[in-house]
């Protein structure tokens, strides 16, 4: 299924700072229930995918990442 058809679920952390480990076991958890749900032939017949965004724990970066998640990602 082409990125049209997907529900995108976007994960805003910090992937680059000092709570890495604890936000990669994030991601890679919420990366295997997006698995299991696309295996499962996904939400009402559309596949799930997460989408991350470092914010870096600053706010100012969450907003932005935010945003851009919103604009680029829809």
Same mark, same amino acid.
């Given at each position: 299924?082409?990125?049209? +058809?997907? /529900?995108?679920? +976007?994960?805003? &952390? *910090?992937?680059?700072?000092?709570?890495?480990d604890w936000t990669i076991s994030q991601y890679m958890g919420a990366q295997l229930a997006a698995e299991e749900i696309n295996a499962r032939g996904g939400i009402l017949g559309r596949q799930v995918s997460i /989408?991350?965004?470092?914010? *870096?724990?600053? &706010?100012?970066? *969450?907003? *932005? +990442?935010t945003i851009d998640l919103i604009e680029k990602e829809k």
């Open positions: 299924m082409d990125n049209e +058809g997907r /529900i995108k679920i +976007g994960l805003i &952390s *910090a992937f680059s700072v000092q709570h890495r /989408i991350p965004c470092d914010d *870096a724990l600053n &706010s100012d970066r *969450a907003t *932005a +990442g």
